[in-house]
């Protein structure tokens, strides 16, 4: 059972941290604080996605840790969507969408059946079958719990918004503040209006379509007000900067 469609289904909040360090030792001290979800964005940093071994021993201790997985993967080739979800991963994030015929290509790649008609997303022998062993009812089980989540964080993607955030399979909307205000000609001004006005379309677009809305924050007052605001899926913090924040505050405390 994915854990997280499931809770963001019945609108129920899910809080997890990134994991810059891409260390298997964080995963297992994230069981320890009941942390919901690890992101691991592959656009970014670490592995490559296409590195199966890599994301598997990943997944063997999150699930030891009884800790989810999320995984943002660079593109959206459905090579690429296959392969994560071979890996045992249930729930990817695609960056950079901007049309439906995208997310259509991704959903069939993710998925054994797709708005009634034959997916793409094939057998093989991996670690999401247990190498192989596809029992009856292997297919609709998938299909039931692989959870994909798009990224709107350009310009070309607000152009269409409404069929994109509708779009069949979707399973939640993360907004790339970051990319949308290079995009808007705004980098690092989270403040312009053009950028906010972008932010509030596709919370309106989102809310309209009732697709959950997910978020990455770094302090507890915004993680707050994204809860608030009626997110679903927010990332509280990632773990190189909760190690740095903690250890200046100790350092500092015991300079004084």
């Known amino acids: ?14 809080l997890g941290v990134r994991i810059r360090s891409f260390s298997p030792v964080m995963l297992e001290l994230l069981g320890r604080v009941d ?17 199966a071994i890599s994301l598997h021993r990943m997944q063997m201790v999150a699930d030891r840790a009884g800790v989810s997985l999320v995984v943002r ?8 969507v296959r392969k994560v979800l071979d890996a045992g991963i249930q729930t990817i994030i695609i960056p950079r969408i901007e049309t439906v015929a995208e997310v259509q290509a991704v959903m069939r790649a993710a998925h054994f059946e797709y708005e009634g008609t034959p997916g793409e997303r094939g057998f093989g022998s991996a670690p999401g079958n247990r190498w192989g062993v596809r029992p009856d009812g292997y297919t609709d089980a998938e299909d039931r719990n692989v959870l994909v989540g798009i990224m709107i964080e350009t310009t070309a993607a607000l152009e269409d918004l409404q069929a994109i955030v509708g779009t ?22 989270e403040t312009a ?7 509030g379309s596709i919370e309106a677009a989102c809310r309209a379509a009732d697709v959950p809305l997910g978020c990455g924050v770094s302090d507890i007052s915004t993680a707050q007000e994204a809860l608030d605001s009626g997110y679903l899926l927010v990332d509280i913090g990632g773990d190189a900067e909760i190690f740095v924040s903690t250890l200046s505050a100790r350092l500092r405390s015991l300079r004084r």
């Open 1 to 14: 059972m994915n854990h997280i469609r499931t809770r963001l289904e019945a609108a129920t909040p899910v």
């Open 193 to 199: 209006p053009r950028l906010t006005d972008a932010i």
């Open 168 to 189: 069949t399979g979707v399973g939640f909307v993360k907004i790339g503040t970051g990319d949308l205000g290079v995009s808007l000609g705004v980098p690092q001004d």
């Open 73 to 80: 993967t660079p593109g959206a080739a459905p090579s690429m």
């Open 35 to 51: 942390v919901d979800y690890a992101y691991l964005d592959l656009e970014h940093g670490g592995f490559s996605p296409y590195d």
